[in-house]
Structure formats: C-alpha cells, structure tokens
C-alpha cells in the first residue's frame, strides 16, 4: 500500500496516529505522499513496522536496493 491509499483508507487520526508512533509528522508524510519530499530509508522502515506490514519499505521507496527484492530498484528521474 503506498502513501495515497493509507490517507484515504485510515483519515486524518489513523495517519496522525501513524506519524506519532514514528516519530513523524503528518505534514511531512503529506509533503511524501506527494513527491513533494522523499523519506529516508529509516522512516520508510518504521512505517513499515508501524503500520504492521500495511505500508512496505520497498513500496515506499522502490529507488532503493532492498533486500530480498527480486526486482531491481526504479531509476530515479534524472540520475544517471
């Protein structure tokens, strides 16, 4: 599930909710949901475990190597 789905599946408390357990705010998962900001592999991990496999990692960041993925990781824009 990525950053879109979860906001419109749980609402303001359930993200807010969310951002605390994490350590987060709900402004800067917004600015992440969209591609305003890119979250780091840390938060996209805590996501992950906050959310209790809701949210993934590599759904959350699929620019990175994660291990265990089969795939490789998605070009990032304008990197070469």
Same mark, same amino acid.
């Given at each position: 599930?990525?950053?879109?789905? @979860?906001?419109?599946?749980? $609402?303001?408390?359930?993200?807010?909710?969310?951002? /605390?357990?994490?350590? %987060?705010?709900?402004? @800067?998962?917004?600015?992440?949901? @969209? $591609?305003?900001? &890119?979250? *780091?592999?840390?938060?996209?991990? &805590?996501? /992950?475990?906050? %959310?209790? $496999?809701?949210?993934?990692? #590599? /759904?959350? &960041? #699929?620019?990175?190597?994660?291990? $265990? %993925? *089969?795939?490789?990781?998605?070009?990032?824009?304008?990197?070469?």
């Amino acid at each position: 599930m990525n950053l879109q789905a @979860y906001f419109a599946q749980h $609402g303001t408390p359930g993200v807010k909710a969310l951002a /605390e357990r994490v350590g %987060s705010g709900v402004a @800067y998962l917004q600015h992440c949901k @969209y $591609g305003n900001r &890119r979250m *780091s592999a840390d938060l996209a991990l &805590r996501l /992950e475990w906050a %959310s209790g $496999g809701e949210l993934t990692a #590599p /759904e959350l &960041r #699929p620019d990175l190597p994660w291990p $265990g %993925s *089969s795939t490789p990781p998605a070009p990032t824009p304008g990197v070469v």
